[in-house]
C-alpha cells in the first residue's frame, strides 16, 4: 500500500511559478515511477510528467515542456514538479501518481495514460490568474 499527499498548490499570477510536493508512505517509493497529471474542470485528465524509479528518465508533456520540471529525493520518498512561466491554462487540480513494477520488473510503457498508475494522491489545486 501506498499513501500519496500532495502539497503546494495555490493562487497565484500569469508568469509566477511554484513547485508541487508529493510525499509517498511505504516502502516503495524507491521502486516507483512516478507521474503528475492534471485535470481542469469539464476536462479528462491529463499527463503533465515521469519520472522514473531512480531519477534517471524524465518525460514531459508538450504543453509543459521547457517550463515544468519533474524530479525526486527516494531518501525523503517525495517528488516534485517546479512550475515556471505558469498560465492560466495551467489552472487544474494537480495529481501525484505511482507507478509500481511487475513482479518482473517491469514498468507500464504507457505511462501517460492515468489507467496505468497504481496508487493516485488527492490532489492540489493550481490556480493561475491572468
Known amino acids: 500500500q501506498v499513501q500519496l499527499v500532495e502539497s503546494g498548490g495555490g493562487l497565484v499570477q500569469a508568469g509566477d511559478s511554484l513547485r508541487l510536493s508529493c510525499t509517498a508512505s511505504g516502502r516503495t517509493f524507491s521502486t516507483a515511477a512516478m507521474g503528475w497529471f492534471r485535470q481542469a474542470p469539464g476536462k479528462e485528465r491529463e499527463f503533465v510528467a515521469r519520472?522514473?524509479?531512480?531519477?534517471?528518465?524524465?518525460d514531459v508533456a508538450d504543453s509543459v515542456k521547457g517550463r515544468f520540471t519533474i524530479s525526486r529525493d527516494n531518501a525523503k520518498s517525495t517528488v516534485y514538479l517546479q512550475m515556471n512561466s505558469l498560465k492560466p491554462e495551467d489552472t487544474a487540480v494537480y495529481f501525484c501518481?505511482?507507478?509500481?513494477?511487475?513482479?518482473?520488473?517491469?514498468?507500464?510503457?504507457?505511462?501517460?495514460?492515468?489507467?496505468?498508475?497504481?496508487?493516485w494522491g488527492q490532489g492540489t489545486q493550481v490556480t493561475v490568474s491572468s
Open positions: 501518481a505511482a507507478d509500481l513494477p511487475s513482479t518482473s520488473g517491469y514498468y507500464s510503457g504507457s505511462y501517460r495514460y492515468p489507467i496505468n498508475y497504481d496508487y
Open positions: 519520472i522514473s524509479w531512480n531519477g534517471g528518465s524524465t
